[in-house]
């Protein structure tokens, strides 16, 4: 076979390959975009559903949510007599 | 032939110079506008919003934060039945059916905003209606989880005349910079089905996060002297009312609340002089409260010392064309300066004013904050200035002495005596404890000293001046026993026109407690009580009341020391 049909079918064979390769990445990225975009979507569902559970664990955390809701369960505030959470003395002074 | 093969050589280096011309042309003249043009068809330029930071309690809960909450929008062209949906709109938000129906008729419009603020279940209500031609749009929004508490010290979030978040007042205003964050943008390149290509996706440049910052604000003392205060002043049939808690060691503000106040998430609906934070804005005559500082400045510069005996306290003093009476018109000849603090001897004090001399007492009180702004980190701070030392007149020094004809915001009252319970050292007061970047970095604001207005010494003296003030003065029976407390009772008078009217007043009570190992310094004002003008049966209450549960959530015990 003459040396220069030998570098044509190399250089054909080189083309071919290298279309090929650009097919399957090409093919590999454009799904790539589907996935990213259902990535993103669970990703934006999340962050809404983390904003809203943890609005509401606020709301029942406030101090005025609390305190109102002691007071519909009855709760009064005792001003005479008061418990104060001192660090208890230790074993051996406490007789 | 051969002018042949020359022309058609010819030929063909004019086609390829003149695509060579055109190449150079597009890819070198036009570059810029062709990629440009080439880039609008498949990328986007998006712009990313930072969040705005929150602002946090010392406990780490935030006082004001973000939601998200959505804005209604119709497009008029798509709307089948815009009175049927005004109407439904309308029984969902209770607003009146006729706004909706306007907007809905502008014409030529595709878009219109119907409704702001539509939490995430009225949302999906409406969603399942399936409504033609409305759609929703996700903006954030500022959420304060304590609703309006601690409202003039937080501020609010409104916009500027770009349409963009910007915080006014309190916190938010003072802090906006940190807390709003940078936009950032980010280029994306789409497919034929507008779908994002991975591989093409830029970075996000420029974006930052709002800082957030934790504030020195005790959530339970906050609650609880907003609690206190609010009924005080119903109690007591006072037109307003402030109150703060100080950590006199570090200048750490534990609480700040004044009334009335306004709602942070409708401020809009409120008069815009309740916006500004009457504590570091506004100034007032302190009355009694007034008399510790001067009594220290006595003591420190060795005039006097606790057993000193008036010599002018028999009966009202003469100062020029004026005579000083005390606030009840009983007087105490040979009384001794423990004693002046525990009568609220106003004769007392013009004692002391006249022993220090005009020079030595303007420099304390400077030392003690008076005539100059705290610092505080909080926007729109005052502070009245020293008038020029020949305008000031012997009645002018006889009256400051027990804090009359002098004006100071309480603020500077608040820092100016946290120095006694700090002995003797004035720190600036501040809010912020630190602030959080968002790379997760935490930048610590340390505690500041300003002055030592007076000595250790001297701050150990007037303290137990102050304990027997409230031992055995007129807020005695107010008092919480089995604790050791410092503080003045103060009733002054205010001025309307060039005059003091006798029946209009602002009753205060400032102090601190444990006496022995000061945790907190709180500053009670009531402008204008009406069931009783005095300090001693309005502030004084509430102070001891607002006490009684400081002292509780320290866990500090009462001791026997029960004088």
Not at chain 2, 310 to 320: D, E, R, Y
Request: glycine share 8%; net charge negative.
């Amino acid at each position: 076979m003459k040396r220069s049909t030998v570098i044509l079918g190399i250089c054909i064979f080189g083309t071919i390959c290298l279309s090929l390769v650009q097919i399957v990445f090409s093919s590999a990225f454009a799904t790539d975009g589907i996935d990213l975009t259902k990535l993103q979507s669970t990703q934006a569902m999340l962050e809404r559903e983390n904003s809203l559970l943890k609005e509401k664990i606020y709301e029942q955390a406030s101090l005025t949510t609390i305190s109102q809701e002691a007071k519909n369960m009855g709760y009064v505030e005792d001003q005479k007599s008061r418990m104060v959470l001192s660090s208890p003395l230790p074993i051996a002074l406490n007789q | 032939m051969k002018w042949r093969f020359v022309a058609v050589l010819i030929f063909f280096l004019a086609s390829f110079l003149g695509i060579w011309g055109r190449l150079f042309y597009w890819q070198i003249v036009k570059a810029d506008e062709l990629s440009a043009a080439g880039q609008a068809q498949y990328a986007q330029h998006l712009e990313i919003a930072p969040k705005r930071g929150d602002i946090l309690a010392s406990d780490g809960f935030p006082l004001a934060t973000n939601k998200l909450t959505y804005l209604l929008y119709a497009d008029p062209h798509s709307v089948k039945d815009p009175k049927s949906l005004s109407d439904t709109l309308s029984g969902i938000f209770k607003e009146d059916a006729a706004s909706y129906s306007a907007q809905l008729s502008i014409p030529d419009r595709v878009w219109v905003p119907l409704q702001t603020s539509v939490s995430q279940e009225v949302k999906e209500q409406i969603e399942k209606m399936n409504l033609p031609g409305i759609g929703f749009e996700e903006t954030p929004q500022r959420f304060y989880p304590e609703a309006s508490m601690a409202a003039q010290l937080l501020g609010f979030v409104g916009k500027d005349e770009n349409g963009e978040d910007k915080g006014y007042f309190g916190i938010e205003g003072y802090y906006d910079r940190q807390l709003r964050g940078r936009i950032g943008q980010v280029t994306v390149i789409r497919d034929a089905f507008g779908r994002q290509i991975f591989s093409k996706l830029t970075g996000n440049s420029g974006q930052q996060n709002g800082r957030s910052i934790t504030l020195n604000i005790d959530r339970v003392i906050q609650f609880t002297l907003e609690q206190k205060l609010k009924s005080g002043i119903d109690l007591y049939g006072a037109q307003s009312g402030m109150a703060a808690v100080m950590d006199p060691k570090t200048g750490n503000i534990l609480a700040m609340a004044s009334f009335p106040s306004f709602d942070e998430r409708f401020y809009w609906q409120y008069d815009s002089g309740l916006y500004k934070n009457p504590l570091i804005t506004d100034t007032y005559e302190p009355g009694s409260t007034f008399k510790p500082l001067v009594m220290s400045a006595g003591l420190d510069a060795n005039v006097i010392t606790p057993k000193t005996q008036c010599t002018i306290c028999s009966g009202p003093v003469t100062v020029g064309d004026y005579d000083i009476h005390t606030w009840d018109d009983k007087y105490f000849p040979q009384t001794t300066m423990t004693d002046v603090m525990q009568h609220s001897d106003n004769t007392g004090m013009v004692f002391v004013s006249e022993k220090l001399g005009i020079d030595r007492m303007l420099t304390y009180l400077q030392k003690f904050g008076i005539w100059q702004t705290t610092g505080i980190d909080l926007q729109g701070e005052f502070s009245p200035d020293l008038k020029p030392k020949n305008q000031w007149y012997p009645i002018d020094v006889a009256t400051t002495s027990f804090g009359q004809g002098i004006a100071v915001t309480p603020m500077q009252l608040l820092d100016g005596f946290a120095a006694i319970a700090n002995n003797g050292a004035r720190m600036e007061p501040h809010l912020v404890a630190s602030v959080q970047t968002s790379d997760m970095q935490t930048i610590t604001i340390p505690p500041k000293k300003l002055d030592q207005p007076i000595s250790e010494q001297t701050a150990k003296v007037m303290t137990e001046i102050l304990v027997n003030a409230v031992n055995k003065g007129e807020a005695k029976w107010a008092r919480l026993k089995g604790y050791r407390i410092a503080g003045k009772t103060g009733t002054a008078s205010i001025p309307v026109n060039g005059h003091y009217d006798a029946t209009k007043t602002i009753a205060s009570f400032i102090g601190f407690a444990p006496a022995e190992d000061p945790k907190f310094v709180m500053l009670v004002v009531l402008n204008k009580p009406t069931t009783s003008i005095y300090g001693a049966e309005t502030a004084a209450p509430i102070w001891f009341d607002v006490a009684r549960d400081i002292l509780a959530h320290y866990n500090i015990a009462p001791t026997n020391d029960d004088q």
